[in-house]
């Protein structure tokens, strides 16, 4: 009967073009569309170098931290170059800026860095930004600095030498020996955010799945369901069957869209791709209990059960960031706990964490995450549907 059951469910979601649509096709259009409008948006963004000026004093001169990083940033030999910098007086600083061959010029007064400018802009903000983190960099040396000279006084040594245990700090920051351990595995692109949110939407619209599977076994909802709930066999193999076969064709929809996503629209998702598609499988589990629960839970039609699962899906895929990548990070900030209950979120934080950590402990998070949502949401529709009577069909 399971078999059989579940071999009619399967050929019956695959005859509803509804379903076929939202399942199959919508992603695929919305993903084309995606592909159309981001294709080429990154590289007309990319910054130019950036021209400045930098007053060559003697607090400047004596500040390791800002030469050593200005130099850096303006190696002609780094990759990540930032900026053109001339090195020159105020005077000479304040014509270039007149003429407008730099946007803006660094002094060092005081031990107070200053950036000067005479326009605002994006390139401006770059340079005080950059200026600013230089500066709290600079603040913990010096309380590291001060750190070391408590030590060397509680050890009973007071022969220290401030500037020298500066320098020495310093120095450590400098040591070419010693590399910065890059976790992430490549420079993540903002359009990859769209297709995480893209994917995490088809998951989550296997809630639709979830509401036909339970409706055709509803005597309140469909025929089928009056001859389930009259017959001789068990109600809740029957269900089982029903939405293991919703299950399957949700998977066949998301591994299409993989296909479609990698082979056609050339879409790289990294060296996770194993990680990234067992998240999409408990994604997909997670959007099918959120259909079984409205379809257990909700007393409404088949109409009205679906536009609670596309409106759902659509408002937590706006929460991680599919109408505006920043949007993800302002709730994050703000009201944290939305997106740790926001299943979309959880599916697009879970492809984060492959790029950014070089641990699977944030990924596993995630992943428990789904499948204790899944289990939450089937477990009280299982109860609801134990607790379904009717007085006549």
Known sequence: MFRHNFKYALKTLFRNKTLIFWTFAFPIILGTFFNMAFSNIESSEK????????????EFKNNEIFKSVFENLSDENNKDR??????????????????????GYLKIENNNPKVVFTTNGIDQTIFKYVTEEVTQTSEIIKNLSEEKIKQAISSGNFNVNYEEIYNRIVELTQNQDVELNNISNKKISYTMIEFYTLIAMACLYGGILGVVAINQNLANMSSKGKRVSVAPTSKIKVIVSSVLASYITQLIGIAILFVYTIFVLKVDYGDNLGLIICLAMAGSLAGLSMGTFVGTVFKANENAKTGIIISVTMLGCFLSGMMGITMKYIVDKNMPIINKLNPASMITDGFYS?????????????????????????TISYISIRRQKYDSI
């Open 354 to 378: 492959l790029y950014y950590y070089d641990t699977l402990d944030r990924y596993i998070f995630n992943i428990v995450s789904l499948l204790v949502f899944a289990f939450i949401l089937i």
């Open 82 to 103: 930032l900026f053109s910098t001339t090195y020159t007086s105020e005077d000479e600083a304040k014509q270039l800026l007149e003429n407008k061959d730099i946007i």
């Open 47 to 58: 910054l130019s170098i950036i021209d400045i000026a930098i007053i060559e004093n003697d």
